[in-house]
């Protein structure tokens, strides 16, 4: 029986072994061939490791971070992201105190309605939303954080009331009574209460924020900022000849920081995405 | 003290209702106002009725996007769900490193649909050339092949740690008992396992089912819908009825087809919840 067992658990850990490997390599050859040399780069030779040919070292990276407007892009990239999930944090969590501790018919349409918007699909409001945020200028990366407060607040505020039902409300009373008023219990009880969730939604908002493509895509006013997914498809999108080499170093470019920025906080991705599945 | 915040309404309510309003509920009615006109821009929008549903519904590149994407739905639902689950299962055994496995297989999630999507498509283009098989952008079949293995590849991780949480949350006497009763790994898996981790697996396929009928990113940088719209799935074909063509009808057919598919995806999710849902046990 237990020879028996060994078996079987060598075999699964070879069988995970080669999952492991099929997970790596597509990330791996973008890689390897973003060492290449542009005319080395073609069907045939894609799947080789540089050699002493076609090695140009970190020559397309310097040529994607001079010329393709990727400096650019990065930077919208990460204003948008960062006022967004900022933004998304502190209204939504506030909404959420109101709508846990205050039984009335607007805590319970608004719920009802953020649950609502978790399903909708983008599509049902691409044209309209791209349209109302063009009249109210809303359309440049320092503003569209509002749109994505609104677009965003679904899942956030399912998530924060989830938690808060579980706060005991006396933790609250108790700091009323002794003279705080709303925001003073908000700011210095639920807050550091709440810090789990904080980080939970933190990642997944932001997860979704740092690669939404059409939203951005739709609002921006597309000469004048491009985030970097609108930079990979307008890259690719447009005809002719694609310079392979700067494209995937671009796109190396783009997934190392997340790699190396998941490999940190992985205990605290995992959480959160634990915590957020909840719904349902 | 209820009384207290309900006064402070302004400050805690407002702002997150305020950017909801612009952001979700304004466009969405006007959106379904939409839906019943003629239009370019929404000042110049005319009335007419259900004329836009009518064309929708004998769109035939709609309903083979319809097809298409179900097809899709159902293939990757269960290939996700079946492979995240045993990887699940083999994590939660004592495997040696399972920390590095779970690292791996969730890092795809991170990275965008568009980036993603390119990744695949060199990838893919590579070893069809190799295998001198038409490339993607020539055969839907493979572009639907493509598709699947990408959303695979992406979204295994991602279910196979809500299982992981799900099995771990499983008592340990639950199981220790049935052993000591004398079942076999099948029927723990079974009679114990399956049924325990069912609220797991009403999320993860509420999720996956989702994800694959919004499925948007992915297939516009995989295959962009390729050959002559065959690989379109319907997120795409809403944007190409909306964005790849000018006159004043298409816009209008756009916004018919949005709020039907709106619909298709919140029937689907109900019903799917109701059932898995039926199927839970109480532990």
């Known amino acids: 029986m237990k020879a028996k067992e060994k078996v079987a658990r060598a075999i699964v850990f070879v069988v995970l072994c080669i999952l492991t490997l099929f997970w790596i390599y597509p990330v791996f050859m973008i890689l390897i061939n973003s060492l290449k040399g542009d005319k080395y780069i073609n069907t045939d030779t894609v799947f080789q490791l540089p050699n002493a040919v076609s090695f140009t070292g970190f020559s397309n990276y310097l040529d994607a971070l001079s010329s393709k407007g990727f400096a650019a892009a990065f930077g919208y990239s990460l204003v948008i992201t960062v006022s967004s999930a900022v933004l998304i944090l502190l209204c939504t969590s506030m909404c959420a105190w109101y709508i846990t501790r205050v039984h009335g018919i607007l805590s319970k349409v608004c719920y009802a309605l953020f649950v609502f918007s978790m399903v909708v699909p983008f599509q049902m409001l691409m044209f309209t939303l791209a349209s109302t945020a063009d009249r109210i200028d809303l359309d440049t990366p320092y503003n569209i954080c509002i749109i994505y407060l609104g677009f965003g607040a679904g899942l956030a505020v399912f998530m924060f009331t989830g938690f808060m039902k579980s706060i005991p409300l006396e933790i609250e009373e108790a700091a009323m009574i002794d003279g705080c008023n709303p925001l003073q219990t908000f700011f210095q009880i639920v807050l550091p209460i709440l810090k789990p969730t904080l980080i939970s939604v933190t990642i997944l908002e932001t997860m979704w924020l740092w690669n939404d493509y059409l939203l951005p895509y739709l609002v921006l006013d597309r000469k004048k900022y491009m985030t970097i997914p609108i930079l990979i498809q307008y890259f690719r999108g447009s005809y002719g000849h694609v310079e392979m080499g700067p494209m995937m170093a671009c796109i190396m470019m783009t997934v190392i920081p997340i790699i190396i920025m998941y490999i940190c906080l992985q205990k605290y991705i995992i959480k959160g995405v634990i915590a957020g599945a909840v719904k349902g | ?283």
């Open chain 2, 1 to 283: 003290m209820e009384k207290a915040i309900r006064r402070y309404w302004p400050v805690f309510v407002l702002p997150t209702l305020a950017a909801f309003s612009v952001g979700f509920i304004y466009p969405f009615v006007q959106g379904l106002y939409l839906s019943f006109c003629k239009f370019t821009t929404i000042k110049k929008a005319t009335f007419i009725g259900f004329g836009n549903y009518a064309y929708a519904f004998q769109d035939e590149s709609f309903w083979h996007s319809f097809w298409f994407t179900a097809l899709f739905t159902v293939v990757s639902t269960v290939l996700i769900n079946v492979i995240a689950f045993a990887i699940a299962l083999a994590l939660t055994n004592k495997i040696k490193g399972s920390n590095v496995f779970r690292t791996v297989f969730f890092m795809p999630n991170l990275i965008g649909g568009i980036v993603l999507g390119y990744i695949w498509q060199i990838l893919l283009n590579c070893v069809l050339s190799l295998m001198e098989k038409p490339l993607l952008a020539l055969n839907a079949t493979y572009g639907f092949i493509g598709l699947t293995i990408l959303m695979c590849w992406q979204q295994i991780g991602y279910m196979m740690i809500i299982y992981i949480a799900g099995l771990q949350s499983i008592p340990d006497d639950y199981i220790e008992a049935a052993k000591i009763d004398g079942a076999t790994t099948g029927q723990i898996l079974f009679k114990i396992k399956i049924p325990n981790v069912m609220p797991s697996i009403t999320i993860c396929s509420f999720l996956t089912i989702t994800n694959g009928f919004k499925l948007f990113d992915q297939n516009l940088a995989l295959t962009g819908g390729e050959p002559a719209h065959a690989s379109e799935m319907l997120a795409l074909n809403i944007y190409n009825t909306f964005y790849s063509r000018s006159g004043a009808q298409w816009k209008g057919y756009g916004q018919a087809k949005a709020v039907i598919f709106c619909i298709m995806v919140i029937l689907i999710s109900m019903i799917q919840l109701k059932i898995t849902k039926s199927k839970e046990v109480q532990q």
